[in-house]
Each structure stands twice: as structure tokens, then as C-alpha cells.
């Protein structure tokens, strides 16, 4: 199938997200300037009796990834592609759209097993999106597009977004999901999802689906765990899993020993991309088993 990209459209749509983020969220000074930051500190900083809690660390400003190519379409029709995740777990501040670009497409130019779990199970929802296989070969993470003389990888043609903007971590590694941080950063990723206008929203984490129900509504399912649904005022198809490094069974970060994966996320997102592009995706599993798992098995990790 013929894929091709607007640039001049995703450029447009960078700059609107970079205005955005510049006035609401992370300054131009590189400085945070969000109104709800103090709220956010408070909320995971200190305990219940206003004791500081000092295994915990907090980063600011961390935003969001759109790959170059982003307005994709696939047979003439549009593939704008969002992976809505929970936040990132490594400590660093003040990470800008370009210093966020240039983290995910370092990440594209390692093998597919040098990845963590959090972008081997991102690496294979896209795939499945765009109407391939999971896998690990070069090739299938590749388009030829017209009118582009180097193959193009799929992390620059799709975006990804955290719900929380600013990290809190236990200890450096563990991510604390906390409910005021989600609440106060809902807002932009609103923002973020009428700036993008995607077509299909890949959301990784039962707690991020569960915050984006606030975002959600004329929901339909069209299958079971897929929606079409008004998501911040965009029509859009809204695929929900486990985050790929989740526990056990639902974890899909990878190939093997991960039936989620063949099970669930892969007919979902054929289904999902048979609706978007009107095409048959390659064959496989039929149908995609029903999500019910406790809430807090669902663990996040960094990219």
C-alpha cells in the first residue's frame, strides 16, 4: 500500500503544540511554568502529615514525541498515529519537543532487542497499526514513501504522549502513579489531542484509559477494546491495553512469552487499521480476548 506524509502539515502542527507547551507547560527559558507544578510537588514530595519523603524524586517538563512524518496516510487515507502512555520514569527535566524527537528516533536506530520493553511493545502496536506483523526485522519498521529518498522509520511517523508531564519516581526506578498530577495535566493532553487529531490513540496503561474516559465521549465499541469515540472533541478510535512492560501476563514488551500481544493487541489494531485505511491487515488471531486485570499490576516504565 502506497504511504506518503504531509510535512508542511506536521510542521504546522509542531508549531502549535510548541506554543502551547511554551505558555502552559514548559517556557522558553527551558523553564516550567505550568500553574498546577507547586500542586504536583505537594502531592508526591510529602506524605499525608506534610513530612518530606526523600526517596522521591521529581522531573518537570517532559513533553511530547511527533515524528516528522506524522500526517501518514496509507492509500490516500489518513494514519495519524498516537500512543498515549503515563509518564516516563527517568529523572531528567526540561525535555523539549526537539530533545524528545531525538530521544525516540535514537531508540529507532538501535535492533529491535537492544530496546527496553516500553518500545519493543510501542515498536509492534505501530507496526500492527500500519497494517504489518510484529516482528523484529528492519524492514518491517521501514516505509518507502513517495517523494522521500530514505526509507523512513515508523517512529517518525507517528506521535507519543504522556498524560503526565512531569515524573515522580521512588527511588529512581519506580514510577508513582499519583491521581492529583493526572487530574492537573488531563488539560494538555487534551490540548495535545486537538492539536494532533489523530486517527487512532493507542493507550498503554488501565489507569491512563480510565483518566481519558474524563476526555471520552459519543464512545461506540467496535470491538473489545476498541472505541470509536470523541476523545477532547476529536473524532477518533481508541485502542486501550496494559502498558507493554506490565507483569506477567499482560505484559507484551517483546516477542516471545507474551501472549497479550498475539492475543489481544494484534487483532485489535488489525481491526483498527481495516477501519482507518479500508484494508485488509495480514492474517491472524481473530479475535481479541476480553482486558480485566487488577489496576495495580499495571506497571510504567521508562523508555
Not at 1 to 6: G, I, V
Not at 65 to 91: E, F, N, Q, S, W
Amino acid at each position: 500500500m502506497t504511504a506518503a506524509s504531509d510535512t508542511l502539515a506536521t510542521v504546522r502542527r509542531v508549531e502549535k503544540l510548541r506554543q502551547y507547551m511554551g505558555a502552559q507547560v514548559l517556557g522558553s527559558s527551558d523553564k516550567c511554568v505550568c500553574r498546577k507544578l507547586s500542586s504536583c510537588r505537594r502531592a508526591v514530595m510529602f506524605d499525608g502529615r506534610g513530612a518530606p519523603r526523600p526517596e522521591v524524586s521529581f522531573a518537570a517538563g517532559q513533553l511530547s514525541h511527533v515524528g516528522r512524518h506524522y500526517d501518514l496516510t496509507l492509500g490516500g487515507k489518513p494514519c495519524r498515529i498516537l500512543v498515549i502512555a503515563m509518564d516516563t520514569v527517568h529523572p531528567r527535566e526540561h525535555v523539549t519537543l526537539d530533545q524528545r524527537h531525538a530521544e525516540v528516533m535514537k531508540s529507532a536506530e538501535l535492533p529491535f532487542s537492544d530496546r527496553n520493553p516500553h518500545m519493543k511493545g510501542t515498536t509492534n502496536a505501530i507496526r500492527l497499526a500500519v497494517g504489518r506483523k510484529p516482528g523484529a526485522d528492519r524492514e518491517g519498521e521501514q516505509f518507502r514513501m513517495s517523494g522521500v529518498r530514505q526509507p523512513v522509520h515508523v517512529f517518525d511517523a507517528y506521535a507519543m504522549a504522556n498524560l503526565r508531564l512531569c515524573s515522580a519516581t521512588a527511588n529512581g526506578a519506580r514510577s508513582l502513579s499519583d491521581a492529583t498530577m493526572s487530574r492537573n495535566c488531563l488539560p494538555h493532553l487534551a490540548a495535545t489531542v486537538k492539536i494532533l487529531e489523530p486517527t487512532l490513540c493507542i493507550v498503554q496503561g488501565v489507569q491512563v484509559h480510565k483518566v481519558l474516559t474524563e476526555l471520552m465521549g459519543r464512545r461506540r465499541q467496535v470491538a473489545p477494546h476498541l472505541e470509536q469515540a470523541r476523545l477532547a472533541g476529536v473524532g477518533t478510535l481508541v485502542a486501550s491495553f496494559t502498558n507493554p512492560s506490565a507483569w506477567g501476563k499482560l505484559r507484551w514488551g517483546g516477542l516471545n512469552g507474551v501472549p497479550y500481544l498475539y492475543e489481544i493487541v494484534a487483532p485489535t489494531l488489525r481491526v483498527a487499521y481495516q477501519r482507518m485505511v479500508g484494508a485488509q491487515a495480514p492474517a491472524g488471531t481473530a479475535t481479541a480476548l476480553s482486558q480485566r486485570r487488577p489496576a495495580t499490576l499495571d506497571r510504567q516504565r521508562s523508555r
